[in-house]
C-alpha cells in the first residue's frame, strides 16, 4: 500500500471546495480541549485513502502471482543446485564452503516452498484467512462487492464529510438538473487532489452520487465481483 502524502494546501482547498455555507466543525472538544483526531479533516482523508487502496490491493492478487512465479524460479533453480552440489566429492572442494552452501540449500528451500503455499492460501481466501477461520475470506468477498471507487465516494468520504463538516452528505441539483453541492464538490475535490481516476478518466458526478446512492440503499455489485 502506497504512503499517502496528505499536504496542508490540499486539505484547504478541499475544506474551501464544498463552498462558504459549509464549514469545519471544531477539531477541539471545547476551546481549550485536546484536539479530537477523529475530527480532523487531515487524519480521516488519510485514514480513508489508504483503505481505499487496501479496498485496490485486496481485489486484485496480481502481485502475490507474480510472487509465486518468482518464487518458483528461485526454488527450481536453488534445487538444481542443491542436487549437483550434492552430488560432488568435496575433499578437494571444502576449503572453498561449498558444502555449507549445499547444506543452507536445504533448509532454505523448505522455507520458500512455504512461502508460496502462504502465498497460495491468501490468492485463494484472501490475506487475513488466518484470522479466524475463513473471515479473510468473507472480507475479501465483502470488499469486492464493490469497486474501490465505490467504497471511497460511497462510504469512506461520505463518513468524513458527516463527521468533519457536521452535515449528513446529500444530492442537489441546479435548475437545469446538473449534479452540485457541497458533498459532490467535496468529493470531486479529493479525487482531483490524489488523482483517483477510472483508468485516464476523471471520475464524474453522477458517478460520486450513484456511489453514494447505492451505499445508502445497502446495494452491490453482487458477492465477490472483481469487476
Same mark, same amino acid.
Request: net charge positive; proline share 4%; hydrophobic share 35%.
Given at each position: 500500500? @502506497? ?8 486539505? $484547504? ?16 472538544? &471545547? ?8 475530527? !480532523? ?49 568435496? $575433499? ?11 547444506? =543452507?540449500?536445504?533448509?532454505?528451500? /523448505? ?14 481466501? #484472501?490475506? &487475513?484467512?488466518?484470522? *479466524?477461520?475463513?473471515?479473510?475470506? !468473507? ?8 469497486? /474501490? ?10 463518513? *468524513? ?14 435548475? &437545469?438538473? =446538473?449534479?452540485?453541492? @457541497? ?9 482531483? =487532489?490524489? &488523482?483517483?481516476?477510472? #483508468? ?28
Amino acid at each position: 500500500m @502506497p504512503w499517502i502524502n496528505i499536504p496542508t494546501e490540499a486539505v $484547504d482547498r478541499i475544506a474551501t471546495s464544498v463552498g462558504p455555507r459549509v464549514t469545519l466543525v471544531q477539531a477541539n472538544q &471545547d476551546a481549550t480541549g485536546p484536539p479530537d483526531p477523529n475530527k !480532523d479533516l487531515n487524519y480521516r482523508l488519510h485514514q480513508s485513502l489508504r483503505w481505499y487502496y487496501l479496498a485496490r490491493e485486496r481485489r486484485s492478487d496480481t502481485d502475490k502471482k507474480s510472487q509465486v512465479r518468482h518464487l518458483g524460479a528461485i526454488l527450481k533453480a536453488g534445487s538444481k543446485l542443491r542436487d549437483l552440489l550434492k552430488s560432488q566429492s568435496w $575433499d578437494w572442494l571444502k576449503e572453498f564452503e561449498f558444502e555449507a552452501l549445499a547444506f =543452507e540449500l536445504e533448509h532454505s528451500l /523448505p522455507k520458500a516452498r512455504s512461502l508460496i503455499r502462504e502465498l497460495e492460501m491468501k490468492i485463494e481466501l #484472501g490475506d &487475513d484467512y488466518a484470522t *479466524d477461520g475463513f473471515e479473510g475470506k !468473507d472480507l475479501r468477498d465483502r470488499i469486492r462487492m464493490r469497486s /474501490p471507487f465505490e467504497w471511497l465516494a460511497g462510504t469512506y468520504l461520505a463518513e *468524513d464529510y458527516r463527521v468533519c463538516f457536521g452535515r449528513e452528505p446529500t444530492l442537489q441539483r441546479d435548475t &437545469d438538473g =446538473e449534479l452540485n453541492g @457541497p458533498y459532490i464538490r467535496f468529493v470531486e475535490q479529493v479525487l482531483v =487532489e490524489f &488523482d483517483v481516476k477510472n #483508468g485516464s478518466r476523471r471520475f464524474g458526478r453522477e458517478a460520486i452520487a450513484k456511489a453514494l446512492t447505492d451505499a445508502r440503499k445497502g446495494r452491490y455489485r453482487g458477492k465477490g465481483t472483481s469487476a
